[in-house]
């Protein structure tokens, strides 16, 4: 288990189909370094998603396919795509900001709010339903 109270090292793996860095992309894999350790990422546990610890173009089919979401990522090109999009180069970017819609909830609390906590793919993390307030954050930092 990772020690969110302490340094580690997140590492991403961009596979292909034939272990090459010209193969298609198909796979996302994270592992955790963490005192001298090789953490590995945790399984998926959802009726309905083939156990992975990866992401992988038959996750995402069926985790949109469980929660009920639109496949625009598939109706993007997947993984195939993405992978396409990385070869012509990309730079990660961090950003903060406000939420007025949703309030961040997607990330990490229930969401969407007219849903039931108990469907597949609502609770997305500990955060109450009324955290996230844009006007609140501000006066916090």
């Not at 009726?47 to 996750?59: A, F, H, Q």
Request: glycine share 8%; proline share 5%.
């Amino acid at each position: 288990t990772v020690d969110s109270t302490k340094p580690m090292t997140v590492v991403t793996q961009f596979l292909t189909d034939d272990g090459t860095d010209t193969g298609e992309f198909v796979e996302m894999r994270r592992i955790y370094l963490q005192d001298g350790k090789i953490i590995q990422n945790s399984f998926t546990n959802m009726n309905g998603i083939d156990k992975t610890d990866s992401i992988n173009e038959n996750m995402c089919q069926q985790q949109k396919s469980l929660f009920g979401d639109e496949p625009d990522f598939q109706e993007k090109g997947g993984l195939a795509n993405f992978g396409k999009a990385m070869e012509r180069g990309m730079v990660l970017v961090l950003s903060l900001w406000d939420d007025f819609e949703s309030h961040m909830l997607w990330l990490d609390s229930d969401y969407p709010l007219d849903k039931d906590p108990s469907e597949p793919g609502v609770s997305r993390g500990p955060c109450s339903r009324d955290s996230g307030k844009p006007e609140e954050l501000a006066n916090e930092c």
